[in-house]
């Protein structure tokens, strides 16, 4: 008896479209360099190379300040039909996965998270009705603050009927870090042709294609409650939370390891390794094991390789770009951390390409356009 080939589905169609939504990300970065030129007046500046990167750097004289602002996105709505259907708040989860949109943004350019700032808001005041998820909300903001060493500034609940669904909420993190040395920074000023990409283990899909997932879901026979392998419910895969990478870009930088780049693999997937704007080509000659969550998504979404890597992070949640001869003292820091990690590629001279062998995958540069 053959298994019958699913009806595929694609990112678009579970209402998601990149290129309806980078043009607007590009003419804002253009309308926002202009604003730079206030800095001077106030004793600092921009660094300019910090443009479209993952986290903005101000110089501001013995050190750089980088700064970001990310939202979770939908992996509330999985959280709140899993506890329909169990009982359980898995809303100590949902906190974690949105400091790590944040700090796994900033750590790319090499800063320590100094502060964040929560942004949760509400479709209504009854949403923090609910005390043990409103509390689980607390405690796992403040676990995740403790894991990457920050403080927790502050932070903003409105309650926003009429703009935020009734029974819903909004989550949003920004977080403000200190490049200090100044050698730290790591925009891809040093990297060259013979660095060796390190990719780090996802726990999971962490808080990119959610949208696909959840459509994913109603099509499912036991919609969340499928198994995705044996005692392991797709809702319950797809809430573990997000890893935080800041303690191994952190223990890189007292080992003594410098990172020439660093790359946060959310939207856009395995894509997201083409985004510094040097023309080089970059080549995986090793992958990582697919988390069973991730490979059930593929299977049942039909997609090849290309539109998986392209869309999901496939098993590496961050890549780290450093020499070659660092390259097995990276993998061996994260792992001494409990982070898998893997030597998987390496960076050549050519076109701006990315190339992963193993699933005779190609991407052009051309494929991500953030700038």
Not at 16 to 22: A, C, E, G, M, R
Not at 26 to 45: D, M, N, W
Not at 248 to 270: D, M, P, S
Not at 300 to 305: I, N, R, V
Request: net charge negative; glycine share 10%; hydrophobic share 45%.
């Amino acid at each position: 008896m053959t298994t019958p080939t699913p009806t595929p589905l694609s990112y678009e169609q579970a209402g998601v479209q990149y290129d309806l939504i980078d043009p607007l990300k590009v003419a804002a970065q253009r309308a926002a360099a202009a604003t730079a030129a206030h800095l001077p007046a106030h004793g600092f500046a921009e660094v300019a190379a910090s443009r479209g990167e993952s986290a903005y750097v101000v110089d501001v004289g013995p050190f750089y300040m980088a700064s970001i602002v990310e939202c979770l996105g939908t992996k509330t709505l999985v959280a709140d039909e899993m506890q329909r259907l169990t009982g359980r708040s898995y809303f100590a989860g949902i906190a974690q996965d949105t400091i790590a949109m944040a700090v796994n943004d900033l750590i790319t350019v090499g800063a320590t998270p100094l502060v964040v700032q929560a942004y949760w808001a509400a479709g209504g005041s009854d949403w923090f009705s609910d005390g043990d998820r409103a509390q689980a909300l607390v405690a796992g903001w403040k676990a995740a603050c403790d894991v990457c060493g920050v403080a927790w500034g502050g932070g903003e609940t409105p309650a926003l009927a009429g703009i935020v669904e009734a029974g819903r909420i909004d989550l949003a993190a920004s977080c403000t870090g200190l490049v200090n040395p100044k050698a730290r920074l790591s925009l891809g000023d040093e990297l060259a042709a013979g660095d060796a990409i390190v990719l780090l283990a996802s726990s999971g899909i962490h808080a990119n294609g959610l949208s696909l997932a959840r459509k994913l879901a109603e099509r499912l026979p036991q919609g969340y409650l499928t198994e995705v392998a044996p005692g392991l419910g797709y809702g319950e895969a797809l809430l573990a939370p997000t890893t935080l990478y800041s303690p191994v870009t952190e223990a890189l930088w007292q080992a003594g390891v410098k990172v020439h780049y660093a790359a946060n693999i959310t939207g856009h997937g395995w894509r997201k390794l083409l985004r510094h704007p040097k023309p080089f080509t970059y080549r995986i000659h090793s992958v990582p094991p697919v988390p069973p969550v991730l490979a059930f998504i593929q299977q049942q979404a039909g997609h090849d390789a290309e539109e998986a890597y392209g869309t999901l992070n496939m098993g590496a949640g961050f890549a780290l770009f450093v020499r070659a001869e660092d390259a097995e003292r990276t993998a061996a820091v994260a792992c001494g951390l409990g982070v898998d990690a893997w030597v998987a590629g390496r960076v050549e001279s050519g076109p701006k390409q990315l190339f992963i062998e193993p699933l005779g995958v190609h991407f052009s540069g051309e494929s991500l356009a953030l700038r």
